[in-house]
């Protein structure tokens, strides 16, 4: 089973910065990427930033300049620095890994996600 431990999140004034980080747990064989993604009350989950093992990013166009996403390969741990906030950041941000197990038969891929961070960015 693997587990992703996200923290960072809070309150915090428009212009202001926060950083973001996510643990992934377990019997990890490897991660092929890593993101983040948000989601707004009422509103459907979109993604941030995302993360390759190879260290190619993405952006959404909303935070591009803005946000930078990093990677601590042997923590497996991604990191979400979070410069500017605006209001329109407010929003649960969960982490999201795909990622191959190793086990006894064998390894399997999967797709999972943390318990999400409440990120509030006041005006």
Known sequence: ?????????????AGGSLRLSCAASGSIFS????AWYRQAPGKQRELVAGITSGGSTN???????????SRDS???????????LKPE???????N???????YYGNSYGTYWGQ?????VSS
């Open 89 to 95: 950041d407010t929003g649960a941000y969960y982490c």
């Open 116 to 120: 999400g961070t409440q990120v509030t």
């Open 97 to 103: 890994a795909e990622l191959v197990l190793s086990g």
């Open 31 to 34: 991660i092929n990427a890593m």
């Open 1 to 13: 089973q693997v587990q992703l431990v996200e923290s960072g999140g809070g309150l915090v004034q």
């Open 74 to 84: 042997a923590k497996n741990t991604v990191y979400l620095q979070m410069n500017s």
């Open 59 to 69: 952006y959404a166009d909303s935070v591009k300049g803005r946000f930078n996403i």
